[in-house]
């Protein structure tokens, strides 16, 4: 009998399944049958009794998280110069760093150190941007391919309002993306294209127009950004004049939801038109508060987008966010709704560690499918966490122990990590 991707794994297991509802099973097995889950058991039932045992006995389990928002190349200055609002940070610190992403040899070296950190975190699943350089963006995916991670990648386009050193044609970005996308689409197993204009500001509607029809083509999502800023909106009403707002700006390109999966980062200023849309629509929203508190965009009122049942996940936003912990996003989550209440809203109820749990697992996971939760059928993603440094003598509750590892965790408390049933830390 061969045993490849299936096994039982022992110890205490916590999902969320529903945004308000956690389940756990103390010293428990979990089963993985080809790389799916097949169910939670006290005691090992006869079908499965002769599964390889990877014991964690004291450990928590947990699915592995899922990262809807991060730029790869911005992994070499993360951390580092968070005084400018978008605009002029992108002018000044982002685009310059980008642009070196030309040189393939500073490529390799930085995409490396950055899949070997997002491998050692608690992400599993990401949608990552690249920048505009074909070349760099194969190599990014080849490098993130052999993580065992699954993510989807974009080459970045960009054809207007752009620095000359980093900018391209429209019929230059047009080509380049088609080419891209088949030299990609079918060479890996884990990382896919995912077409990707950077932001309405930078793109003509002629290079849009176009993105939205090789979405279709080729049968790939999208992933932009969307209402970060006020300067921003303001400069996207500007350069559409017959769009209702930045969101219909898209709309009308055929770049948002509907038959192409989407992701829009921010929308932390979105009207109330623009909250239906996004939700007829079906269109995801990459939730990045470290981003919006560092690069001082304002928070997103995600209990609201939770009440209106938007498709909603969390984003670390590498750089404009300061860490790719997925832990540090959910703090960050829950202390930005704190503020949110206490200075913007006082009837906005702030989220609780429950429902951003959910929201960086099952919310974020469901833009790949069957992802993000330990229900039979799901893919086996799933987190080891040795968290037993955080023992004290008053004793925890399985839920108490997963809050507090939430707010303690770090990488290296990931003794183990899984990905859709491949063991890859
Ligand atoms: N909007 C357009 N490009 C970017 C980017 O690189 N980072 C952030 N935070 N917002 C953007
Ligand atoms: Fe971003």
């Known amino acids: 009998m061969v045993f490849e991707k299936s096994f039982l794994v022992k110890g205490d297991i916590v999902y969320s399944d529903a945004i308000d509802h956690i389940v756990t099973h103390?010293?428990?097995?979990?089963?993985?049958?080809?790389?799916?889950?097949?169910?939670?058991f006290k005691v090992i039932p006869e079908q499965f009794a002769a599964f390889p045992l990877h014991d964690y006995e004291g450990c928590l389990i947990v699915p592995g998280m899922t990262d809807l928002h991060l730029h790869a190349p911005q992994h070499t200055f993360r951390g580092l110069n968070m005084h400018l609002e978008l605009i002029d940070w992108l002018e000044h610190v982002a685009f310059p760093e980008e642009a070196k992403f030309k040189d393939l040899?500073?490529?390799?070296?930085?995409?490396?150190?950055?899949?070997?950190?997002?491998?050692?975190?608690?992400?599993?699943?990401?949608?990552?941007?690249?920048?505009?350089?074909?070349?760099?963006?194969?190599?990014?995916?080849?490098?993130?391919e052999n993580t065992g991670?699954?993510?989807?990648?974009?080459?970045?386009?960009?054809?207007?309002?752009?620095?000359?050193?980093?900018?391209?044609?429209?019929?230059?970005?047009?080509?380049?993306?088609?080419?891209?996308?088949?030299?990609?689409?079918?060479?890996?197993?884990?990382?896919?294209?995912?077409?990707?204009?950077?932001?309405?500001?930078?793109?003509?509607?002629?290079?849009?127009?176009?993105?939205?029809?090789?979405?279709?083509k080729y049968r790939l999502p999208l992933q932009s950004h969307l209402s970060e800023n006020t300067n921003e909106i303001d400069w996207v009403n500007e350069l559409c004049p017959d769009a209702s707002g930045y969101a219909d700006a898209y709309m009308k390109t055929g770049t948002f939801g509907g038959e192409v999966p989407t992701i829009m980062a921010h929308c932390v200023h979105l009207t109330e038109e623009e909250v239906h849309l996004i939700k007829d629509q079906k269109v995801y929203v990459a939730h990045c508060p470290s981003s919006n508190?560092?690069?001082?965009?304002?928070?997103?009122?995600?209990?609201?987008?939770?009440?209106?049942?938007?498709?909603?996940?969390?984003?670390?936003?590498?750089?404009?966010?300061?860490?790719?912990?997925?832990?540090?996003?959910?703090?960050?989550?829950?202390?930005?709704?704190?503020?949110y209440t206490t200075f913007v809203d006082r009837s906005s109820r702030p989220l609780t560690s429950k429902e951003v749990f959910y929201l960086a697992t099952k919310?974020?996971?469901?833009?790949?499918?069957?992802?993000?939760?330990?229900?039979?059928?799901?893919?086996?993603?799933?987190?080891v966490i040795k968290d037993d440094?955080?023992?004290?003598?008053?004793?925890?509750?399985?839920?108490?122990?997963?809050?507090?590892?939430?707010?303690?965790?770090?990488?290296?408390?990931?003794?183990?990590?899984?990905?859709?049933?491949?063991?890859?830390?």
């Open 363 to 383: 919310g974020g996971g469901s833009f790949f499918g069957k992802v993000g939760s330990f229900e039979t059928g799901y893919e086996f993603d799933a987190l």
């Open 293 to 339: 508190n560092n690069i001082m965009s304002g928070i997103a009122p995600v209990r609201h987008y939770i009440e209106e049942e938007l498709n909603l996940g969390l984003g670390s936003d590498i750089a404009g966010g300061d860490s790719m912990s997925m832990f540090r996003v959910i703090v960050e989550t829950i202390k930005s709704s704190k503020i």
């Open 26 to 40: 103390e010293n428990s097995y979990l089963v993985c049958e080809n790389g799916l889950v097949q169910g939670v």
């Open 149 to 216: 991670l699954k993510c989807m990648v974009g080459k970045v386009n960009m054809d207007r309002n752009s620095p000359d050193y980093l900018t391209e044609s429209t019929k230059d970005s047009i080509e380049n993306t088609i080419d891209w996308i088949e030299s990609t689409a079918k060479a890996y197993e884990n990382t896919k294209p995912m077409v990707t204009p950077r932001f309405i500001p930078s793109c003509s509607d002629e290079l849009m127009v176009e993105l939205g029809r090789i979405c279709r």
């Open 389 to 425: 440094i955080w023992k004290n003598p008053r004793g925890f509750t399985m839920e108490e122990r997963l809050e507090r590892a939430l707010y303690s965790a770090e990488d290296r408390d990931i003794i183990v990590k899984y990905c859709a049933g491949n063991r890859i830390k």
């Open 105 to 144: 040899a500073y490529a390799k070296e930085s995409y490396e150190i950055f899949a070997r950190d997002l491998k050692n975190s608690a992400t599993t699943r990401a949608c990552v941007f690249a920048t505009l350089h074909k070349k760099a963006t194969i190599l990014l995916m080849d490098i993130l």
